[in-house]
């Protein structure tokens, strides 16, 4: 399954992160991915931030994981949402010296609504604290916050510990100790996707490279349904309707026949190039889903304690729509025989019904989740309740 690192930036997901593959690599389940190599950018090292989401795999007595460390800045957050996306359960990391922050909150909020439905929670930082009433407060703050926004706050695992601890091998009853802890509670508390294997194939494209000699990689997740090498697929959105043929499946850099839902795949596409394929495109098994030029969805306008705007928007008002991997301009508009729709207004905090008609068409249904994005914030959050209108 996939899991992965969010939360307020500097609270250390990232350290976490490295130190969940070095303990694990010392029980034989994985590779020691060290904290220089996940934030491997030059900009990433400068700043010491992560700005990239990046996947790193382990394994558990009785699990495999595919992890993805998320970026906690407020500026990388759509980093955060492709990566928070591909997600089935994850790690809210908080220090303990700050407590809960902005984007603990904002991460909290866009995980549910992505549909990650557990968390299990990591207080980092104890080794710098020594009042154990400060902990205590951070734990409650944690619960409460994880009840306001739909999860189990009160059954929700939350381990305290020091990931610096066990990435360099001290104080063990905070390090290493806890990095078992936090595992055994994700192995204990986190459920298995439902992997729709019936269903028709669909992958949300992430990205696109050439390789030379090989031709056009296509790099997203599996949302359901199981492929094949040589299997006919149909590449859908941004006005593309193309079919070709899948040659070739690569996972974790090993050749594979088959790939199904949930995993993180690379795609090779017979006569592609790659100037025809972009990030928020899908790939799906032939004549299985439609793409979409407007549709009506239920929205929440977030308010301006929870990052989003201060003001608020009448009709036609054009936010970005952010809807599995793609980043697209929508108009929102009200349903049609609204009275005084022109004079409507749509404040932080509403829950609203209103028609969306993006700039590009895009693969969507009924039930699809998404964000609403401007300026570099969240301001909104969406499901879609009925398609008006196909391509
Ligand atoms: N004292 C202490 N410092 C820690 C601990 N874990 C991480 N840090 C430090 O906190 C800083 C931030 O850690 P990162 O792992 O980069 O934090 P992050 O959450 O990945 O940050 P972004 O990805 O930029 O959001 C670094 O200087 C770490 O060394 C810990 O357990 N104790
Ligand atoms: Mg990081």
Redesign the pocket.
Known sequence: MNIGTI??????????TAAITKVLSERGGAKFTD?AEI?KAPEEKAR???INSSHVEYETDNRHYGHI?C???ADYIKNMITGAAQMDGGII?VSATDGQMPQTREHLLLARQIGVKKLVVFI?????ITDPEMLELVDMEMRDLLTTYNFDGENTPVIMG????ALEGKNPEIGVDKINELVKACDEWLDLPPRDLEKPFILSIEDVFTVPGRGTVVVGRAERGVCRKGDEVEILGYGTKLKTTLTGIEMFHKELERAEAGDNMGALLRGIKKEQIRRGQVIIAPGSMKSVKKFQAQLYILTKDEGGRYTPFMQHYRPQLFLRTADITIGLSWPEGTADADDKMVMPGDNVEMVCSPVHDVALEPGMRFTLREGGKTVGTGIVTKVLEYV
């Not at 980092?124 to 710098?128: A, L, P, R, S, T």
């Open positions: 939360g307020h930036v500097d609270h250390g997901k990232t350290t976490l904290y934030d010491g931030i992560t460390d970026p906690g800045h990391v980092n930082k104890v080794d710098v020091s990931a610096l601890s």
